[in-house]
């Protein structure tokens, strides 16, 4: 067996010691003769796994008591719509702050709900720094701030968490889990889990209680936090293979890794080493501004674009895989999620010098 390194943006790399485990527990789950993806998501057992899991998460990420965890279906995308149904029961504009791609796909579905505010935008530079704090206009009747915490395909994240007077609605698709958070200052997290968290089918949103009374009353059964918050999440069947090996993934961060500051630290080394390496080289380049660089996805270019089909072949046969970058914005992307270790981006670091060696 060869696991080979894994850069992909999503679905991502996950630890192999999940994976091991779920292969031991696969056929036959703790002598019950039977696999937990045919388990009835009423069972005791599933119950107990589903409940393992809310309860792992809870403790890595500090969830004060007065948030409820949501497991869900329908992908990050599908929050871009619930948001806003979820938060606008008592009227107000939705704002938002623009820094990139999945951002534009939550204002516009917004738009389809309400209208939206700008509150904030980095198109002004070409997307390579998001807007400093006191650049944030909320509109007067502001009913939430959303904002991507971590641009997925332009490696632009946040160094800081907006304060404002509204709650505040955050995408961590790709950022959750990868360091400590203060869960507190936000409304609502949402993020889908086929980064971080799990296999793609699973859509974790965390929710502060007092929100709950605020959806639309057009708000579809299925959209509805406060139904699915009463529901457990099994208002309707449940993902209950993806829940299950999420649980195992919380499980590894907890045991294995020892926490999400242990995670924060390994997670700064990784991001460090790459970005070192791109900026030590005349070859590759990033645009991010440094503050605002993404530690999960790094996209970088080489300096001559001719090159990338030879890049991208030669690394896959050096046991690199998926460093394409976005087809929107192309050049390499290196996503380097909790699960893709530091002897990976050591590897890529090494190709890279002896790629720019070869053709540079
Ligand atoms: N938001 C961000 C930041 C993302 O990276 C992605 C997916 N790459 C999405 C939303 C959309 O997620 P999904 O495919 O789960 O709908």
Request: aromatic share 10%; glycine share 8%; hydrophobic share 40%.
């Amino acid at each position: 067996m060869t696991r080979l390194y894994n850069f992909c943006a999503g679905p991502a790399a996950l630890p192999t010691p999940v994976l091991q485990r779920a292969q031991e527990e696969l056929l036959d789950y703790h002598g019950r003769g039977l696999s937990v993806m045919e388990m009835s998501h009423r069972s005791a057992d599933f119950t107990a796994i589903a409940e393992a899991a809310e309860a792992t998460l809870r403790e890595l990420l500090a969830i004060p008591d007065n948030y409820r965890v949501l497991f869900l279906q329908g992908g990050a995308s599908s929050q871009f719509a619930m948001v806003p149904y979820n938060l606008l029961g008592r009227g107000g504009t939705p704002n938002y702050l623009y820094t990139g791609i999945w951002g534009k796909k939550a204002i516009a579905e917004a738009r389809h709900v309400a209208g939206a505010h700008i509150a904030a935008s980095s198109e002004d530079n070409g997307l390579r720094e998001v807007p400093r704090p006191e650049a944030i206009a909320l509109s007067s009747d502001a009913a939430y701030l959303h904002y991507t915490d971590n641009e997925t395909i332009g490696g632009l994240a946040f160094d800081y968490i907006p304060e404002v007077e509204v709650p505040l609605v955050c995408d961590m698709s790709s950022s959750i889990l990868s360091a400590p958070l203060d869960v507190s200052r936000f409304g609502v997290i949402y993020a889908g889990a086929q980064k971080n968290i799990g296999p793609a089918g699973l859509t974790l949103v965390i929710v502060r209680d007092d929100l709950l009374d605020r959806a639309r009353p057009d708000t579809p059964t299925m959209f509805n936090y406060r139904v699915m918050a009463e529901h457990g999440s099994m208002y309707n069947t449940p993902p209950t293979y993806a829940w299950y090996l999420a649980g195992l993934v919380f499980d590894w961060l907890k045991q294995d890794i020892g926490g999400l500051e242990a995670m924060d630290a390994i997670n700064a080394r990784k991001a460090e080493t790459l970005y070192g390496a791109i900026d030590a080289s005349g070859f590759y380049s990033n645009p991010i501004a440094p503050r605002n660089r993404s530690r999960m996805n790094v996209p970088f270019v080489l300096a001559d674009d001719a090159l990338n089909g030879d890049f991208l072949r030669e690394a896959e046969t050096a046991g690199l895989l998926n460093l394409k970058g976005h087809r929107s914005v192309g050049g390499m992307r290196a996503s380097l999620y909790n699960a893709v270790p530091e002897a990976a981006v050591e590897a890529l670091v090494d190709f890279m010098a002896d790629f720019e060696r070869r053709h540079g």
